[in-house]
Every structure is written in C-alpha cells, then in structure tokens.
T-cell receptor, first 115, second 112 residues
Framework: DAGVTQSPTHLIKTRGQHVTLRCSPI?????VSWYQQVLGQGPQFIFQ???????GRGNFPDRFSARQFPNYSSELNVNALLLGDSALYLC??????????????FGSGTRLTVV | SQQGEEDPQALSIQEGENATMNCSYK?????LQWYRQNSGRGLVHLIL?????REKHSGRLRVTLDTSKKSSSLLITASRAADTASYFC????????????FGTGTRLQVTL
C-alpha cells in the first residue's frame, strides 16, 4: 500500500515565478495538510484540507494557496516566489481532521530552492 | 511560529546508551506527538500522548507529559546507530485538532 506521495522531489525556481507542488494521500485518507520546513527549523503549518474544504490556515501570505481534488489529492501553489520560500514542503495525510490516535503520515517532501 | 523549544539542540551518545530529549510548549494542548526526521526528509510519527495521560511507552520509547509545566520528554533506551536523526515534538492545541505546532528539534547522533 503506497504511502503519502509528493512530487516533484526537488525543484529550482527563479524569484517571481510560480510553483505547484502535488500530494497524494494514503488511500482512504480524506485529510491533507501542508507544512513548510526551513533549514534548521521545525515544520510550520500552512493549510489543512478535509473533504475538499479548507479546515485550517497558518500564518502565511496570500501568495500561498491550496486545493483538494475529489480523489483527495492536493496541490499547494505559491505565487511570486521569494528567496525566503526556499524550504522543504511536507504533505501529511490522515483519515480524519485531527490526528486520531496515530498522528499524521508524512510524505518525503519537495525540496524547493528559489534562486 | 514555533510552539516552543527542545532541549538539547544536539545530543551525541554511544550505541547502547539512553537518550533523553525535552520539549517545552506554550499553550493548552489536546495532545503532544513526537516525530523523527532522517536527513531532512519526511517525518515519521513515533508516539502520541494525550493531555490526560502522563506517561506512554512504545518499544524502546518512553514519553512523559507534564501539563502543569507544559513540558514533555522523550527517552530512547539502548540507542542504536539507526536512531541517528532529528527528533521533533509537536502539539495539537485545544482550539483546533487540525494543526500541529512543532518545536525546534533535537539532533541526535549515535556513534558505534
């Protein structure tokens, strides 16, 4: 059974460009969350979606947006990239809105470098 | 913003020794979780402890939670080289179950 799948694994973009990151949750999981992890820090919450509806939003600018599709996969979009957006972007899936008894299952992440 | 601090920031021990990491947080929580991260890749869930629990065990892991002090500790017994990783605590606040707030992490190095 496949785990959480994220694509691409690595990405290099230029300042001002737009980027789309993709995540497929574990089969049967209806909740997807996105986290940003800057080098040397802990992950920070960006969004959570459940049943295609936004259920939580972190303290990120409007340049960050996301959506969830009918098959529960998700996209994270970032517009007008800044150097400070360089980070590891992590996707996490769970079967419910909260973490239940078993926490979240994270993907391996997308390493975004903005030059 | 980070929820709180983890202590120590880095820890180096020999195989077979025990490793203890501490986590402090700032708000009222629903639960606290510990995750492991190898080489800056994905996070692996280790253990979850609810706010009404004081101690929990899973294999070589022991987690304690003191809500009065807003702190938690993770003990890894009989450490192995494969335990080398960064360890993060993460809290789910009482206000919302959807968001995890992570600490700054402890980098554990286990040498042979």
């Amino acid at each position: 059974d496949a785990g959480v799948t994220q694509s691409p694994t690595h990405l290099i973009k230029t300042r001002g460009q737009h980027v789309t990151l993709r995540c497929s949750p574990i089969s049967g999981h209806k909740s997807v969350s996105w986290y940003q992890q800057v080098l040397g820090q802990g992950p920070q919450f960006i969004f959570q979606y459940y049943e295609k509806e936004e259920r939580g939003r972190g303290n990120f600018p409007d340049r960050f947006s996301a959506r969830q599709f009918p098959n529960y996969s998700s996209e994270l979009n970032v517009n007008a990239l800044l150097l400070g957006d360089s980070a590891l972007y992590l996707c996490a899936s769970s079967s419910i809105v909260g973490q239940g008894a078993h926490g979240y299952t994270f993907g391996s992440g997308t390493r975004l470098t903005v030059v | 913003s980070q929820q709180g601090e983890e202590d120590p920031q880095a820890l180096s021990i020999q195989e077979g020794e025990n490793a203890t990491m501490n986590c402090s947080y700032k708000t009222s929580i629903n639960n606290l979780q510990w995750y492991r991260q190898n080489s800056g890749r994905g996070l692996v869930h280790l253990i979850l402890i609810r706010s009404n629990e004081r101690e929990k065990h899973s294999g070589r892991l022991r987690v304690t939670l003191d809500t009065s002090k807003k702190s938690s500790s993770l003990l890894i017994t009989a450490s192995r080289a494969a335990d080398t990783a960064s360890y993060f605590c993460a809290t789910a606040d009482t206000g919302t179950a959807s968001k995890l707030t992570f600490g700054t992490g402890t980098r554990l190095q286990v040498t042979l």
